[in-house]
C-alpha cells in the first residue's frame, strides 16, 4: 500500500471532525453477494472515528521524514565526493572518519606503495 493511496482514500473521505452518538455498525457484501450486518465496540468505534485526523497527521509526518531523508542522503553522497581519502577508505570498508589516525596511517601507507 503506498502513501499517495492513503491520500487518495483520506482526501475522499468526507471531512471531519468525525463522531458517534452511538455504538457503531456497518455492513460488507461478500465475493459471494451475502450482505454481512457487523457492530463494533466503544473501543474500536472510537479508533475509526480518529482515523479521520490521525492518518492525515501520519502522513504529514511521514513527508517531513522523507524529505530529512532525502537531504541527508544528499549530504552524504557530497561528503564522500569531496576527499578522496575518504572515498579510498570506503572502498577498503576503512573508518568514514577523516580525523581517524589509523584510517589515515593505512591510506598513507597505500599511497606510497
Not at 500500500?1 to 460488507?28: C, D, Q, Y
Amino acid at each position: 500500500m503506498s502513501n499517495e493511496a492513503i491520500r487518495e482514500r483520506e482526501m475522499k473521505a468526507t471531512k471531519g471532525p468525525w463522531g458517534s452518538l452511538h455504538a457503531v455498525s456497518f455492513w460488507v457484501v461478500g465475493n459471494n453477494g451475502e450482505v454481512c450486518n457487523y457492530r463494533i465496540s466503544p473501543e474500536d468505534a472510537d479508533f475509526v472515528i480518529h482515523a479521520r485526523q490521525d492518518i492525515p497527521d501520519l502522513l504529514a509526518q511521514v513527508d517531513e521524514r522523507d524529505k530529512r531523508i532525502e537531504e541527508l542522503e544528499a549530504e552524504v553522497k557530497k561528503l564522500k565526493g569531496g576527499d578522496s581519502r575518504q572515498q579510498k577508505r570506503s572502498q577498503h570498508d576503512w573508518c568514514a572518519t577523516a580525523s581517524c589516525a589509523i584510517c589515515n596511517e593505512r591510506w598513507r601507507r597505500e599511497q606510497e606503495s
